[in-house]
């Protein structure tokens, strides 16, 4: 067995090692990040909770920005902006183009997430923010809010749909759709009994854009979340990878390098005995 071959395995074993740290570090890294902020998800879910509770006890108005009906359905796609995050990307970006196609009057992307805005510019962006935060906050909600109704009203639409990355559990990631728009009667608990100050429009419009809002925090929080998850998830399995092809590589040498040392030893014994 010639020493080139033991030396190709030796560079394959080095390099797999290097590998194995970066994936290492990236998955400490995720950890580390989800620890920082796993603690701020129930206050977020019952920002949304309580929101969506002041909406249903509101007045409902008809004909409003928040409750007209009408063709163009406007699809607000939250995807990561970095990658190494297994499958959850590209699981977000097929089910963007399935809704789309499944869509009659679909008008336009709104896209979030440098993955989604590279993977669907071609697919009828209307307008796309990429690295507009490392971990979401409300002000990002806000900005999010400004965005979407200024191409509803530019673009006369009134549905709209929001795709994003449901946190099922550690393990678990997927797509997940959710109609945000128009708000729905039937969706209200309305009480007529109630007087309102200082009218039911201005009642309405602030509960119905505190709705918006918190639905839109929460959507972008939680897919925050999921890439995390997915991301700790991929590089535990890159790293445990590396760590079973070494282990093979290894035997590989050392197997290698017993052959190589007993074909030397017989040669040896062999040149001794033509003497």
């Not at 009057?105 to 989604?116: E, R, T, Y």
């Not at 201005?202 to 505190?210: G, I, M």
């Amino acid at each position: 067995m010639s020493r080139g071959n033991l030396r190709s395995i030796r560079k394959r074993i080095d390099s797999t090692e290097s590998t194995m740290q970066i994936t290492k570090a990236m998955q400490m890294v995720a950890t580390a990040r989800l620890n920082k902020i796993q603690k701020q998800w129930k206050g977020i879910k019952d920002f949304s909770y309580y929101a969506e509770t002041i909406l249903k006890k509101s007045p409902f108005i008809e004909d409003n920005f928040y409750t007209q009906e009408g063709e163009g359905t406007l699809i607000l796609a939250i995807t990561p902006d970095m990658g190494l995050a297994g499958s959850f990307p590209s699981d977000l970006i097929k089910e963007a183009l399935a809704l789309k196609q499944n869509t009659e009057d679909f008008k336009g992307f709104l896209i979030i997430g440098a993955k989604g805005y590279y993977s669907l510019r071609n697919e009828g962006v209307l307008l796309s923010r990429t690295n507009l935060y490392d971990i979401p906050k409300v002000d990002h909600a806000e900005f999010l809010a400004e965005d979407l109704f200024y191409i509803m009203r530019q673009k006369n639409i009134t549905k709209v749909k929001v795709l994003y990355g449901k946190l099922k559990n550690a393990l678990v990631q997927l797509p997940s759709t959710f109609d945000l728009l128009p708000i729905k009667r039937e969706h209200l608990e309305i009480d007529e009994r109630y007087e309102y100050e200082s009218s039911k429009e201005e009642v309405f419009e602030s509960a119905a854009y505190l709705y918006v809002l918190s639905k839109l925090y929460q959507f972008i929080f939680e897919t925050k979340l999921s890439e995390l998850h997915a991301r700790q998830n991929a590089m535990r399995n890159a790293t445990d990878n590396a760590s079973d092809l070494i282990e093979e590589l290894t035997l590989e040498y050392n197997k290698q390098r017993q052959t190589a040392i007993t074909q030397e030893l017989i040669e040896i014994i062999n040149g001794a005995k033509m003497q």
